[in-house]
């Protein structure tokens, strides 16, 4: 099969807007492409600050990718932070897998966490925990700021036999890492049936397929108040419309990491979170993208007065 891959570069304060414009065009998701560079084989990356972000999305070709195309391309021109217009461009499955591969290298995060492509050789080290990896047609590589910031804190919240859900899971990246790091069962969703194939595979090569059961799913339909670990790595805009199951399927004393966020839309989502009964505990940040720690709240949310609100209103 043919597919258009389409590309468009931006400043980083403008990935996160840029990206829920390709989201609404391509629903199989969007891959957020920091500029890092590899300085070795087993590892080692830079940051170029000075390099623009890249987003890459992947329709199958025909009559209907390039009407998306050509409605993307006009939503486009209206968002501030284009660095390089988008560009479209027919490959086949088989390069297009090639193409993406030779950027995808093994990434160290944390204490002890190591991201190893399934393609690439890595000699484990005492005390490391190595997550195969090959996201195929999903997307969660390890190579972003937000799903390193998520990676960092699974190592540091899970607790032995943690029951926990993974929301969004796309390549299984974090589900898989949490399993690997002592949880005893990894709920792990998506609504893009590539990405539940990719978790499942990823799973069984990192030997928790027993531990991680991924399924097509929505937060929505999760369990409410069962999980003591939530991970919601997705976007401002979901985090806000999903606030409220979010924080729902949290048991008493669990967490949720929340990221995929940019700084900028940071106090909307505590807002939202807050409205649902959520409490946020801790916010880290990298690279102008954020990830909230929240518990749910000891006392219930404050729901707004029925009378209205005759005071003047102060504009922005």
């Known amino acids: 099969m043919d597919y258009l891959e389409l590309t468009v570069a931006v400043r980083p304060d403008a990935a996160e807007a840029a990206a829920d414009l390709l989201r609404r065009h391509v629903p199989a998701g969007v891959s957020i492409e920091p500029p890092y560079r590899a300085t070795d084989e087993e590892g080692g990356v830079a940051l170029d600050a000075r390099a623009p972000v890249r987003l890459r999305a992947w329709l199958p070709a025909g009559r209907e990718a390039n009407a998306a195309v050509a409605l993307l391309r006009r939503d486009l021109r209206a968002l501030r932070g284009i660095v390089r217009p988008l560009r479209a461009r027919t490959v086949s499955d088989a390069s297009w897998a090639d193409a993406w591969k030779r950027h995808f290298r093994t990434l160290r995060v944390g204490r002890a966490i190591v991201v190893r492509p399934s393609w690439r050789r890595y000699t484990k080290k005492r005390g490391e925990i190595v997550v195969d990896l090959d996201p195929g047609m999903a997307f969660g590589t390890g190579q972003h700021a937000t799903t390193q910031l998520c990676l960092e804190e699974i190592e540091k919240r899970i607790v032995k036999d943690m029951t926990v859900l993974d929301a969004g899971s796309g390549s299984g990246i974090l589900g898989i890492a949490a399993a690997l790091l002592g949880a005893k069962r990894v709920d792990a969703i998506d609504i893009d ?6 978790t499942k ?7 928790a397929g027993r531990i991680v059961r991924a399924r097509r799913g929505s937060l929505g339909e999760a369990a409410s108040g069962r999980y003591g670990l939530v991970l919601a790595n997705l976007s401002s805009r979901l985090v806000q419309e999903l606030a409220e199951p979010l924080v729902a399927a949290l048991a008493e004393g669990g967490v949720a990491l929340v990221s995929g966020l940019i700084d900028a839309q940071e106090a909307a ?34 729901r707004r007065s029925r009378t209205p609100d005759r005071s003047p209103r102060r504009g922005r």
Do not use: D, I, K
Request: charged share 35%.
């Open 269 to 302: 989502c505590r807002r939202a979170l807050r409205r649902a009964g959520g409490r946020v505990v801790e916010s880290r940040g990298r690279q102008g993208w954020r990830l909230l720690a929240v518990e749910r709240a000891t006392e219930p949310p404050r």
């Open 201 to 207: 595979e990823n799973a069984t090569r990192n030997g």
């Open 193 to 198: 049936l590539a990405a539940v194939r990719a």
